[in-house]
């Protein structure tokens, strides 16, 4: 009995550990644009059944209930929360943020779809438009040299006024892309999610339809971490890892003490 306890008080700080591992990420993570924050979701582990409900007591009576024995915890998984983030306004035409679901389009080194939220883009030296690692934007947008007053439009068409031209000329348009199971897509870093089989493939259109977030020019999509919140998962996890630290203890005790007597 004292040896089982020891085992479920530490599969509890291993949880424990894992979950604070999460809100630290999540706290990190408090000023990077379209950071979505996870959660650490928990299971229990398989029980002992010494004995189960119903199980003849008798031949003519059943045990009105079980005798189960649990054996601690274990992470689950992580689940990205996918709530809007606050739009702050940046002056820059070339940043943009999403208002509503969807993910802007990346090509990343290798030729692989990324997806991100993180709309602070830039021009290359040949004036496409990129991420800050320098991974074009898809669909491929390309700015002329020397034009002025770029305009993204809420539905993704990209305009520009071109050097000796009065009109604006349409230079291509941005899509979004959207998931079945946006939880199921793979953070692998630099604010790039990439498509796995739990995510389905991605459905490409035009921003503003079908579900899709509209295209804000001029604006960026804070992280949607809540710092009260987190500080609150953290004290919380913090107990707990606390109350299971003081089971081992507890259990050692119960150890020496029968150690002595017996």
Do not use: C, W
């Not at 299971?244 to 203890?249: A, P, R, W």
């Amino acid at each position: 009995m004292p040896t089982s306890a020891l085992h479920v008080a530490r599969t509890g700080l291993e949880a424990q550990d894992a979950r604070m591992r999460v809100i630290a990420n999540n706290l990190a993570n408090v000023g990077t644009s379209g950071f979505k924050r996870d959660r650490a979701d928990f299971q229990t582990l398989a029980y002992q059944d010494t004995r189960v409900a119903g199980q003849r007591s008798t031949g003519e009576t059943a045990y009105a209930i079980g005798l189960n024995l649990g054996n601690g915890v274990s992470v689950q998984g992580t689940t990205r929360i996918n709530t809007q983030g606050t739009l702050n306004t940046t002056g820059n035409a070339l940043d943009l943020a999403l208002d509503g679901d969807g993910l802007f389009q990346v090509e990343l080194p290798g030729g692989q779809q990324g997806y991100t939220r993180a709309g602070n883009f830039t021009l290359s030296a040949t004036g496409q438009l990129v991420t800050a690692q320098g991974y074009p934007v898809q669909p491929a947008i390309e700015v002329p040299q020397g034009a002025q007053s770029i305009t993204v439009s809420p539905d993704g068409t990209v305009t520009a006024v071109l050097q000796g031209e009065a009109e604006p000329t349409e230079l291509g348009q941005l899509t979004v892309a959207s998931f079945a199971n946006p939880a199921g897509l793979q953070a692998i870093g630099d604010n790039f999610l990439v498509e796995t089989a739990a995510s389905g493939a991605a459905e490409i259109g035009p921003a503003g339809e079908a579900g899709r977030g509209s295209i804000r020019q001029g604006m960026l999509e804070a992280s949607n971490v809540n710092v009260v919140e987190e500080l609150v998962a953290m004290i919380e996890a913090q107990r707990a890892y606390e109350i299971n630290s003081k089971m081992i203890s507890a259990v050692d005790e119960m150890l020496r003490n029968a150690n002595q007597t017996l």
